[in-house]
């Protein structure tokens, strides 16, 4: 079946660190893959996506690339902030207009 | 423009009672979904709606149920409430298009403790 699996945490850096979320993939078919943070006491917000295989996305200073060879899309800040402090959840969509399947989430404490 | 919405915002029940969750998503989007989201988990998907038509289940129990209305509004429904529905209830909405994928929008959720 189709599933995303991601690093534990939490993860623990200082400011101005490098950040590092690793997330693989089992899916059938093409998926889209995505990473939303969710900050303490809300919803989930879109940080990233890509469609298909070798895209990169990118926001707010994250990116990840799309690697279907080895089914992956990790996570990278080359400078994180205190305020990026948060549950990152990696997720992947198999039909277009379908379900997304969540990975387990990764808490992210940056300290200053 | 206004975001997904979703009342009430926190809610405690006792087992075996059923609860109502309701959710408005962003004008024009006609797709709406639900996810739970049980502590120290990702969100798992209950259900999406499509022009108030069921598109998709999760591995959910019957006791799940929802609908949507002609304004594209939802509602969830828990029945016969169990300790274990315990959780953070997300609603997103998308606009449902010739895309490659569908982005879905967040509501801020409806938590709920059943005790």
């Known amino acids: 079946g189709n599933s995303v699996t991601q690093m534990e945490g939490p993860v623990t850096l200082s400011e101005e660190a490098f950040l590092t979320i690793n997330c693989t993939y089992t899916?059938?078919?093409?998926?889209?893959l995505f990473w939303y943070v969710q900050y303490p006491g809300e919803g989930l917000q879109l940080l990233l996506k890509a469609t298909k295989a070798d895209d990169k996305g990118s926001n707010k200073g994250f990116e990840a690339t799309y690697r279907k060879e080895t089914t992956s899309f990790h996570l990278e800040k080359g400078s994180v902030q205190v305020s990026d402090s948060a549950v990152y959840f990696c997720?992947?969509?198999?039909?277009?207009?379908?379900?997304?399947?969540f990975g387990s989430g990764t808490r992210l404490l940056v300290r200053p | 423009d206004a975001g997904v919405t979703q009342s009430p915002t926190h809610l405690i029940k006792t087992r075996g009672q059923h609860v109502t969750l309701r959710c408005s998503p962003i004008?024009?989007?006609?797709?709406v979904s639900w996810y739970q989201q049980v502590l120290g988990q990702g969100p798992q998907f209950i259900f999406q709606y499509y022009e108030k038509e069921e598109r998709g289940r999760g591995n959910f129990p019957d006791r799940f149920s929802a609908r949507q209305f002609p304004n594209y509004s939802s509602e969830l429904n828990v029945n016969a409430l169990l300790l274990g529905d315990s959780a953070l209830y997300l609603c997103?909405?998308?606009?449902?298009?010739?895309?490659?994928?569908?982005?879905?929008?967040f509501g801020p959720g409806t938590r709920l403790t059943v005790l």
């Open positions: 997103a909405s998308s606009p449902v298009g010739e895309l490659l994928y569908n982005e879905q929008f």
């Open positions: 004008s024009g989007h006609k797709s």
């Open positions: 899916a059938t078919g093409y998926p889209s």
């Open positions: 997720a992947l969509q198999v039909d277009s207009s379908y379900k997304l399947i």
